[in-house]
């Protein structure tokens, strides 16, 4: 059989196929027709824009850069080629438009922050702060590499010269490029807002810096996020828990939230929360006992015969991402009376607590008398105020039902 010459369509045959290798030895300018081409499938147009990488044809720049202006376009495509074209001054004013915020193909916005970083305009710092303040890593990551771009090029003071102090992106702004620059910010652990002094904190690398600081922090916050950077630099707990409680023990208070639940909870959410989280709550996860962790399967068994001496007919337990045939969580599901029309209870790995979605008088009554604590509606629904923890794209604070019967696909 003769061997057949490569193209474009054999190297990218379908999604998800492409031979990197061929396309960056293959025509640049066959290239480029074939990324402005709308009748070629995305993927294909994509990774010919990729292999154009450092070797763009000056004689397509034009019909490059009217498919990056073409909002009808793929948003995939368009997004690659302004990555590939981020050095050409001429798009700046295209990318400076008001449009440009509303530009609906996913990611967009985005992509033209990042072009607008990389031509050093320094007008983009605002919007910048704000992308490298968010909790999603992506965004966060593009903000960042824009503002270092821009600090880069003009310096540090330009860059924050540009940027409103009231704001607390800014102010994190302001941490990260005096902390890139070699600048002590130990003193923005007393920033008013949780976010900007988490950043901080995790940029601390000296802890004889940070324990001096925490001689002097002019708040409680200040010292209880110093004792956090010092913990997570030092591992020192009894360190950790002598600043404690010489502050008397700080904790924020939620009505409601009883001891037992308290530390379940904190337990369970209050070392790895969000990032908004007040500080309180990480203190005390670090300071204070856990309870101790149930024995799953005895727990599961008891609530089955509970159930079953009810005359209830309880199926066996599953764990709630078997339940919901993905992800993971902290509770069972029993489900109880017959297939049909059958209902479910609850049962939290957090500790000794059942529940259930409505009423259960019987169910709960079975329970109870086993030695489980029903949550009920009332109890369920407090929420438990300044810990941050993710939930379906939220970082919100959750209520109690919520955290001990908890979900994630």
Same mark, same amino acid.
């Given at each position: 059989?003769?061997?057949?010459?490569?193209?474009?369509?054999?190297?990218?045959?379908?999604?998800?196929?492409?031979?990197?290798?061929?396309?960056?030895?293959?025509?640049?300018?066959?290239?480029?027709?074939?990324?402005?081409?709308?009748?070629?499938?995305?993927?294909?147009?994509?990774?010919?824009?990729?292999?154009?990488?450092?070797?763009?044809?000056?004689?397509?720049?034009?019909?490059?850069?009217?498919?990056?202006?073409?909002?009808?376009?793929?948003?995939?495509?368009?997004?690659?080629?302004?990555?590939?074209?981020?050095?050409?001054?001429?798009?700046?004013?295209?990318?400076?438009?008001?449009?440009?915020?509303?530009?609906?193909?996913?990611?967009?916005?985005?992509?033209?922050?990042?072009?607008?970083?990389?031509?050093?305009?320094?007008?983009?710092?605002?919007?910048?702060?704000?992308?490298?303040?968010?909790?999603?890593?992506?965004?966060?990551?593009?903000?960042?590499?824009?503002?270092?771009?821009?600090?880069?090029?003009?310096?540090?003071?330009?860059?924050?010269?540009?940027?409103?102090?009231?704001?607390?992106?800014?102010?994190?702004?302001?941490?990260?490029?005096?902390?890139?620059?070699?600048?002590?910010?130990?003193?923005?652990?007393?920033?008013?807002?949780?976010?900007?002094?988490?950043?901080?904190?995790?940029?601390?690398?000296?802890?004889?810096?940070?324990?001096?600081?925490?001689?002097?922090?002019?708040?409680?916050?200040?010292?209880?996020?110093?004792?956090?950077?010092?913990?997570?630099?030092?591992?020192?707990?009894?360190?950790?828990?002598?600043?404690?409680?010489?502050?008397?023990?700080?904790?924020?208070?939620?009505?409601?939230?009883?001891?037992?639940?308290?530390?379940?909870?904190?337990?369970?959410?209050?070392?790895?929360?969000?990032?908004?989280?007040?500080?309180?709550?990480?203190?005390?996860?670090?300071?204070?006992?856990?309870?101790?962790?149930?024995?799953?399967?005895?727990?599961?068994?008891?609530?089955?015969?509970?159930?079953?001496?009810?005359?209830?007919?309880?199926?066996?337990?599953?764990?709630?991402?078997?339940?919901?045939?993905?992800? &993971?969580?902290?509770?069972?599901?029993?489900?109880?009376? &017959?297939?049909?029309?059958?209902?479910?209870?609850?049962?939290?790995?957090?500790?000794?607590?059942?529940?259930?979605?409505?009423?259960?008088?019987?169910?709960?009554?079975?329970?109870?008398?086993? &030695?489980?604590?029903?949550?009920?509606?009332?109890?369920?629904?407090?929420?438990?105020?300044?810990?941050?923890?993710?939930?379906?794209?939220?970082?919100?604070?959750?209520?109690?039902?919520?955290?001990?019967?908890?979900?994630?696909?």
């Amino acid at each position: 059989m003769p061997h057949r010459t490569p193209n474009i369509e054999t190297l990218t045959p379908e999604a998800g196929r492409t031979d990197a290798v061929g396309l960056r030895a293959y025509d640049p300018d066959l290239l480029a027709r074939c990324a402005v081409e709308r009748t070629q499938p995305w993927w294909r147009r994509t990774a010919c824009v990729d292999a154009l990488a450092g070797r763009v044809p000056s004689a397509r720049v034009g019909e490059l850069l009217a498919c990056v202006r073409d909002t009808d376009d793929s948003g995939t495509v368009r997004k690659a080629l302004l990555g590939l074209l981020a050095d050409r001054a001429e798009l700046l004013p295209w990318l400076r438009h008001e449009d440009r915020r509303h530009e609906a193909a996913y990611g967009m916005p985005e992509a033209v922050l990042q072009a607008r970083g990389a031509l050093g305009d320094l007008t983009a710092a605002p919007e910048l702060a704000t992308l490298a303040f968010s909790h999603w890593p992506t965004r966060r990551a593009v903000g960042e590499a824009g503002l270092d771009t821009l600090a880069d090029r003009h310096g540090v003071r330009a860059v924050l010269s540009g940027l409103d102090a009231a704001r607390p992106e800014d102010r994190a702004v302001a941490v990260r490029v005096r902390h890139r620059a070699g600048e002590d910010v130990t003193d923005a652990l007393a920033d008013p807002d949780t976010q900007v002094a988490h950043l901080t904190q995790s940029l601390l690398t000296c802890p004889v810096r940070v324990a001096a600081y925490l001689a002097e922090a002019p708040t409680v916050d200040a010292k209880l996020w110093a004792a956090y950077a010092l913990h997570r630099l030092t591992g020192d707990v009894a360190q950790t828990r002598t600043v404690y409680e010489e502050l008397g023990c700080p904790r924020v208070e939620v009505e409601g939230l009883d001891e037992e639940l308290r530390r379940a909870i904190v337990h369970e959410y209050g070392r790895d929360c969000e990032k908004q989280s007040d500080p309180r709550w990480r203190i005390e996860a670090l300071c204070t006992e856990p309870p101790e962790p149930p024995d799953e399967e005895r727990q599961l068994a008891l609530a089955g015969a509970a159930l079953t001496s009810a005359g209830l007919a309880p199926r066996p337990a599953v764990s709630c991402g078997d339940a919901h045939h993905q992800g &993971g969580g902290t509770y069972h599901v029993i489900g109880y009376g &017959g297939l049909a029309g059958g209902r479910e209870v609850l049962i939290s790995t957090l500790g000794r607590f059942a529940g259930g979605h409505g009423d259960h008088p019987e169910a709960r009554a079975a329970l109870e008398a086993a &030695g489980f604590r029903w949550i009920d509606g009332a109890t369920g629904s407090i929420r438990v105020t300044g810990l941050g923890v993710y939930y379906f794209g939220a970082r919100e604070p959750l209520d109690i039902a919520t955290l001990l019967f908890y979900w994630q696909d």
